[in-house]
């Protein structure tokens, strides 16, 4: 018989600041500020929800990819993921919500074969 799989949690907050658009976020005893973007008239000047969102993929890619290849026991160097997001709000799927329309991660993995990188990132896309 398999043992269940542990079920993680995760917390955080975020509350409105006196800058009209500036929002403090705080996970575990980090403090961290996003601003809404300067189209909707806020500061722009931290990082945007969108840009936060898409980097924590980035983020849990090269976490998830530097794990992978430690369970499988493959040496790697450095780790890189860019991720471009784009939300056309013409061609969203649903008129209620606004979704990225288009998402591409770039991996880069150096110290290892182009196999083994292939074999990372699939791992990476089946978690």
């Given at each position: 018989?398999?043992?269940?799989?542990?079920?993680?949690?995760?917390?955080?907050?975020?509350?409105?600041?006196?800058?009209?658009?500036?929002?403090?976020?705080?996970?575990?005893?980090?403090?961290?500020?996003?601003?809404?973007?300067?189209?909707?008239?806020?500061?722009?000047?931290?990082?945007?929800?969108p840009e936060?969102?898409?980097?924590s993929i980035?983020?849990?890619?090269?976490?998830?990819?530097?794990?992978?290849?430690?369970?499988?026991?493959?040496?790697?160097?450095?780790?890189?993921?860019?991720?471009?997001?784009?939300?056309?709000?013409?061609?969203?799927?649903?008129?209620?919500?606004?979704?990225?329309?288009?998402?591409?991660?770039?991996?880069?993995?150096?110290?290892?074969?182009?196999?083994?990188?292939?074999?990372?990132?699939?791992?990476?896309?089946?978690?």
């Amino acid at each position: 018989m398999t043992a269940p799989l542990p079920i993680r949690e995760f917390d955080v907050q975020a509350r409105s600041t006196d800058t009209f658009g500036r929002v403090l976020c705080n996970a575990r005893d980090h403090h961290f500020i996003v601003d809404g973007p300067a189209y909707n008239g806020c500061p722009g000047e931290a990082l945007t929800p969108p840009e936060a969102f898409l980097s924590s993929i980035a983020a849990c890619g090269v976490e998830l990819v530097q794990v992978i290849a430690r369970e499988q026991q493959k040496s790697v160097g450095a780790v890189q993921l860019s991720v471009h997001g784009v939300v056309d709000r013409a061609k969203q799927a649903r008129a209620d919500v606004t979704t990225f329309t288009h998402v591409r991660l770039d991996f880069t993995i150096a110290g290892t074969s182009q196999e083994n990188a292939a074999a990372l990132v699939d791992g990476f896309r089946r978690r």
